[in-house]
């Protein structure tokens, strides 16, 4: 990180863009006598402009930069070592350049100035290093010599700490005495006997049945009553929220109980509010299971029916078949027709046969639809409590359904029980003209109410997984600011382009086609048949892959994690939670990401390991290890792999690739409703990761195995630097 910020620029795009003299540079700097004080004055300035410091004594300049300074003076890379062999020659240039040029020092009303504007800039800011690098390109843009790093670390530091009290100042301030009682109530009060109320509030996950369902609800209504404000948090960026939720939810209520009464304050708070938006979208995905549930219990009841009725379906043909042989004969031999049906068993029989063949009919004919209905008691148990505890919201295309679910939830008395929330060919009209009770009209309301979360048509306020489209939309007016955007605002000009590119391209493939010239592929009896790709892969290739492994030297992961780790310094991406300062314990650090990515868990990493106990593993983890520290190693790792010679033999990193791969589960994530028939009838999840052109896995995400893939897609190549340089992504979705 220090690296990033200080040091010269080696690549040859940063020197074109930074180190490139104009030609009243080059005036001022050869009107220095000798070649020695000309380089000298040259690298000075270079130094101040990027990365905006002046040169320290005894300072290595990068050969490229020397190179690169020389070829635009006319002199030679050995002529800066003469530079300054006084002290004050140094001295005196850089007075000169900042004469010249206005650079200012550190020092007076500028420097009040710049700590001024970096307590604005440190509630916005998202860790320790945004607030730094955000510092030197200010000092850059003011034309402000950069202090020492260690004084832009103790300056961040402060101005984060003072944001962290400003705001959690701001947040109690807007509680009244009232509101804080409650909050500080949650600390001692005591749920269930043995776990406080604030602890009891966040042991929360998405449940499978109803039982889970109601204990949702519990905590959900208890929040509802709280009835914290929302304004509360008016003003706070959300990365903000983010981190004093995400300390809620470490700390011990003890401990919480320990903090200053303001902070302890805006944490409760935050976590009543975030708690009450999770609980909530927990509620709706624990409905969406239950759905998926009730739906596999009656396709299994039909497939079971079905499968009873094999015998009698059996006998049921075995008997018309003798009928009507024995009725072919009598027909062939002018025979009775009647003798011939005695003989065949009996007009009884004869009854019995179209009788049984009319109910196998019905059986073989039937739908899941006709058994849903038997999970009516499952959702009476809690659906009325769900839907008066939800704050759900509808496009006017759902408001059919939304006043359904309100007769559902008891809001509405009225006798009647409309179906205008079905579409007019809907399966579920046939079955509800015969329903009793109006039991599989409120089945049906339930399901397409998870249908609608599904497609957005309806959705909760202040909800991250199931909240308003539009919220996640960016606006038309900054969307046409956007200089990078290279497509037009208005559909029609964008479908017109598109169908018009299809129609070329269809043309070229009827004259291919007719020439019979497609490449890789030809056209018989009307369907385009493509050329399966043959392996171009040299016998010799896998002998010189077992030879590669053999001269690879043998090492240990742990010595491999330390050397990458001095190289790349991604352990600095796992910072305090709270301060946002790196951890210092690298070792203990590397130990617990051995223990996560071997999946050995701290206990064990803690016996096979001879510097740290679980204690110390355990604090590690809890307070430097999260999904944002993790993605931010990863994309240290993926970038510094993609500046490595070999990689760029593999691509230019502008092209990637993703897919998921699927992982089983236990037979417990049936229940949960993570079954997709793509991959069989066992239960799992998918791990949906982007790989670019230099093979450098930038980004992975866990995802539902019954979801969609492509909304993933947009996240992964969001998430990194790495993701957004990719012009051209491949997926199979």
Same mark, same amino acid.
């Given at each position: ?5 200080? %040091?010269?620029?080696? #690549? ?10 104009? #030609? ?29 410091? /002046? ?57 009040? %100035? ?64 009232? &509101?804080?009682?409650?909050? %500080? ?8 006997? /043995? ?22 609800? #519990? ?7 709280? =009835? ?24 011990? =209520? ?99 046969? @179209? ?20 999970? $009516? ?36 008395? !009225? ?50 997984? $199931? ?36 129609? #070329? ?73 709270? !301060? ?11 130990? @617990? ?15 096979? !390991? ?7 593993? /355990? ?52 229940? &949960? ?5 793509? $991959? ?7 791990? $949906? !990761? ?19 893939? =492509? ?23």
């Amino acid at each position: 990180q220090r690296s990033a910020l200080f %040091d010269l620029p080696t #690549d040859e795009t940063a020197m074109l863009r930074h180190y490139t003299l104009a #030609d009243d540079d080059l005036e001022i700097i050869r009107a220095r006598r000798r070649p020695h004080n000309r380089f000298g004055f040259a690298l000075q300035l270079c130094a101040l402009r990027y990365p905006g410091r /002046s040169l320290t004594p005894g300072e290595v300049i990068p050969m490229e930069v020397t190179r690169f300074l020389a070829a635009q003076l006319g002199l030679k890379s050995d002529d800066l070592a003469g530079y300054a062999s006084r002290e004050e020659t140094r001295h005196e240039h850089l007075a000169a350049l900042r004469d010249l040029y206005g650079y200012k020092m550190f020092t007076g009303r500028g420097s009040r %100035d710049l700590k001024v504007w970096l307590e604005r800039t440190a509630e916005t800011a998202r860790s320790n290093e945004d607030l730094a690098r955000r510092f030197v390109e200010h000092c850059r843009a003011t034309q402000t010599i950069l202090p020492g790093i260690t004084v832009i670390e103790r300056l961040c530091a402060d101005a984060l700490v003072a944001a962290e009290r400003r705001i959690a100042a701001r947040i109690a301030e807007r509680l009244d005495g009232e &509101m804080r009682s409650r909050l %500080d109530a949650l600390l001692t009060e005591m749920a269930d006997s /043995s776990v406080t109320r604030f602890v009891w509030l966040r042991q929360f996950e998405v449940g499978q049945n109803s039982a889970d369902m109601n204990r949702l609800l #519990d905590r959900l209504e208890f929040l509802q009553t709280m =009835a914290v404000d929302r304004t509360v948090l008016s003003g706070v960026p959300p990365h903000r929220i983010a981190r004093l939720r995400r300390q809620g939810e470490r700390y011990f =209520a003890g401990d919480l109980r320990d903090i200053s009464g303001d902070r302890r304050l805006a944490i409760l708070a935050v976590c009543a509010l975030e708690w009450r938006s999770a609980i909530a979208d927990a509620v709706v995905e624990t409905h969406d299971r239950i759905v998926g549930k009730t739906w596999r219990e009656a396709k299994r009841a039909c497939d079971a029916r079905a499968n009873d009725a094999k015998a009698a379906l059996k006998d049921t043909l075995q008997g018309f078949s003798n009928l009507g042989s024995a009725l072919l004969a009598a027909h062939e031999d002018q025979a009775s027709l009647g003798d011939a049906v005695q003989v065949a068993g009996g007009w009884t029989s004869l009854r019995g046969l @179209v009788a049984t063949a009319a109910q196998l009919t019905n059986t073989l004919a039937a739908d899941p639809l006709a058994h849903v209905v038997h999970g $009516y008691h499952r959702f009476r148990r809690y659906a009325p409590r769900m839907l008066r505890a939800l704050d759900i919201q509808a496009a006017p295309v759902a408001d059919p359904l939304l006043a359904a679910a309100d007769i559902v939830a008891g809001a509405d008395t !009225t006798a009647d029980r409309p179906v205008t929330f079905l579409r007019r060919a809907s399966k579920w009209h046939r079955h509800l003209n015969d329903d009793d009770g109006h039991r599989l009209w409120e089945v049906a309301v339930l399901c397409h109410l998870r249908d609608a979360f599904r497609a957005g048509d309806i959705w909760l306020a202040h909800s991250r997984r $199931y909240g308003d489209l539009k919220d996640a939309l960016v606006p038309a007016e900054v969307a046409r600011a956007t200089p990078r955007l290279a497509m037009p605002y208005e559909p029609d000009i964008w479908l017109a382009d598109r169908q018009a590119r299809l129609t #070329d391209g269809l043309q070229r493939l009827a004259r291919a086609a007719r020439a019979g010239a497609i490449p890789g592929g030809s056209i018989e009896n009307g369907t385009l048949k493509i050329d399966r790709l043959t392996a171009a892969v040299p016998e010799e290739a896998d002998a010189m892959v077992l030879d590669l492994y053999t001269r690879l030297p043998e090492i240990r992961i742990t010595d491999l994690l330390l050397e990458v780790d001095d190289e790349i310094g991604f352990t600095e991406a796992f910072t305090h939670l709270r !301060t946002g300062v790196p951890c210092k314990d690298r070792v203990g650090m590397l130990n @617990v990401l051995l223990a996560e990515g071997l999946n050995l868990g701290l206990s064990k990493m803690a016996g096979a !390991t001879n510097t740290h106990d679980y204690f110390q593993l /355990s604090r590690l983890s809890r307070w430097h290890v999260e999904s944002d520290a993790m993605a931010r190693a990863l994309a240290m790792v993926v970038e510094a792999q993609s500046t490595l010679p070999m990689a760029r033999f593999w691509g230019a990193g502008q092209t990637a690739s993703s897919d998921g791969q699927f992982f089983p589960t236990t037979r417990q994530g049936e229940a &949960m409703n993570l079954i997709n028939a793509k $991959y069989g009838h066992e239960p799992g999840l998918k791990a $949906y !990761t982007h790989v670019s052109d230099q093979f450098g896995p930038f980004a992975t995400q866990t995802i539902p195995a019954t979801v969609n893939e =492509a909304p993933y897609i947009l996240d992964g190549l969001l998430m990194t630097n790495a993701g957004q340089k990719i012009r051209e992504q491949y997926a199979d979705t």
